[in-house]
């Protein structure tokens, strides 16, 4: 059974940075584009940020382009996230899973992680 498990959120002051980290385990998640999600109560779950199956390919969201980095390590299975300049909108529950495109389209019966609240005080 596929497992996602996401962690490095917290509580930071604007313009901080965070590094959150997605670890894969039951299923060879090498092989397929990963991307990042975040969910704020009340609206839909929403795609920030994917990378392709080598690393090699990466695509963001304009509102975080330029201060997002997402980078993954196969051999550790695992999926990061690189948060500077941080805004108090940026503020949401923060997930991972593959995608089927590097626009964010989801695989609908892939199981979600808990997520890993992210908060950015002004």
């Known amino acids: 059974q596929a497992r996602l498990a996401e962690s490095g959120g917290g509580l930071v002051q604007a313009g901080g940075s965070l590094r959150l980290s997605c670890l894969t385990s039951?299923?060879?998640?090498?092989?397929?584009?990963m991307g990042w999600f975040r969910q704020v109560p009340g609206k839909e779950r929403e795609f920030v940020a994917g990378?392709?199956?080598?690393?090699?390919?990466?695509n963001y969201v304009d509102s975080v382009k330029g201060r997002f980095t997402i980078s993954r390590d196969n051999a550790k299975n695992t999926v990061y996230l690189q948060m500077n300049s941080l805004k108090p909108e940026d503020t949401a529950v923060y997930y991972c899973?593959?995608?089927?495109?590097?626009?964010?389209?989801?695989?609908?019966?892939?199981?979600w992680g808990r997520g890993t609240q992210v908060t950015v005080s002004s």
């Open positions: 990378v392709g199956w080598s690393g090699g390919t990466t």
């Open positions: 899973n593959r995608i089927a495109t590097m626009i964010g389209q989801i695989y609908e019966y892939d199981p």
């Open positions: 039951g299923r060879t998640f090498s092989g397929y584009p």
